[in-house]
């Protein structure tokens, strides 16, 4: 994987009054479960829409190199055997990796924008609405610094970061060069399963359909322009294997929201001789509200408060709200 820093010197964190002293505080930034995120079809669109595309040449390909597999066909048509074989695999695929891992995601905003660097993004402040919000900028090399020396301890998770993508091109790829190799390991193990068809190469298919179904979103989501932190742990179907009940995982949290209890899995906790260290933000910007001045001043108090250096800005976005 590549280093995220290579394409994004700053990430943007968009939050609320409450989640800004909720990160000032704990010192600590929160991956929440795919399940309770804003898209409705978080993970499964990327079953439904994404992965056909990328493996379908695959399967096709199998089947013109194996004249066994067409024999079974009986008097079925060629094309509606395949079709058929395919969707019950792609089937398999969705339900297998439910089983495997359960995602959680930290998301961020990246952009080369001078304009919105310094004051925001308008659609990210509209869904605060009347209340407004606060962006957290984060300096992303230490920020993955951070993350990287947290997870090296702990086994058999999956991390990664990665631009969120919102299609593919017309050769199945996108303009991202990690997200393009976990494609290719995809292609490669959907390739040696298929022609097998045992569950011994099925493993091999657990990471890169973990990563890459965290790493596509539905084109409405596109201005966001995120850019997501990854981590998979063991899934329902793994974490009560023999084998794997010993291994050492981030411990996953609860909160309520809306009614509803929210696994989380608290991340970038550093400590130094057993106190939490501040997380590596060198920016926050107060998003357009009627009262941003006072709002500028109240947050400069809350730094102070928690010993925090950072520059505060106000935007200066003429958004009323609602």
């Not at 493993?203 to 973990?210: D, E, F, N, R």
């Not at 084998?243 to 696994?263: D, F, W």
Request: hydrophobic content about 35%; proline content about 5%; overall charge negative.
């Amino acid at each position: 994987m590549g280093r995220i820093q290579d394409s994004h010197d700053e990430l943007y964190h968009y939050t609320t009054a409450a989640g800004l002293s909720g990160i000032l505080q704990s010192k600590s930034l929160w991956a929440t479960h795919t399940s309770f995120v804003n898209d409705a079809e978080e993970i499964l669109g990327f079953y439904d829409r994404v992965l056909p595309l990328i493996l379908r040449p695959v399967f096709r390909k199998t089947v013109e190199d194996q004249p066994e597999f067409q024999k079974k066909r009986g008097n079925t048509p060629l094309e509606l055997y395949c079709e058929t074989q395919f969707a019950k695999r792609m089937h398999g695929f969705r339900r297998a990796a439910s089983l495997w891992h359960d995602h959680y995601v930290t998301s961020f905003s990246a952009t080369s924008d001078p304009w919105i660097r310094e004051h925001g993004l308008l659609s990210q402040w509209r869904a605060y609405g009347p209340d407004g919000g606060y962006a957290l900028v984060f300096d992303t090399g230490q920020l993955d610094k951070l993350v990287s020396e947290e997870t090296t301890p702990y086994q058999d998770e999956i991390y990664s970061w990665a631009d969120v993508q919102y299609g593919l091109n017309d050769n199945h790829r996108t303009d991202d060069s990690d997200t393009n190799n976990w494609i290719e390991r995809l292609e490669t193990a959907a390739d040696k399963f298929f022609r097998s068809n045992s569950t011994d190469d099925a493993g091999a298919l657990s990471a890169p359909l973990t990563i890459l179904s965290s790493f596509f979103k539905h084109r409405g989501f596109s201005e966001e322009r995120e850019v997501r932190l990854v981590l998979g742990l063991l899934g329902p179907g793994l974490e009560s294997h023999p084998e794997l009940q010993s291994v050492r995982q981030h411990p996953v949290k609860t909160t309520v929201r809306e009614g509803a209890t929210v696994p989380f899995v608290e991340l970038c906790v550093q400590e130094v001789s057993g106190v939490r260290q501040h997380l590596p933000i060198k920016r926050i910007i107060i998003g357009p509200h009627r009262d941003k001045d006072d709002r500028k001043r109240a947050v400069k108090l809350l730094l102070k408060q928690y010993d925090l250096n950072a520059d505060v800005s106000v935007s200066e976005i003429p958004y009323r709200g609602r």
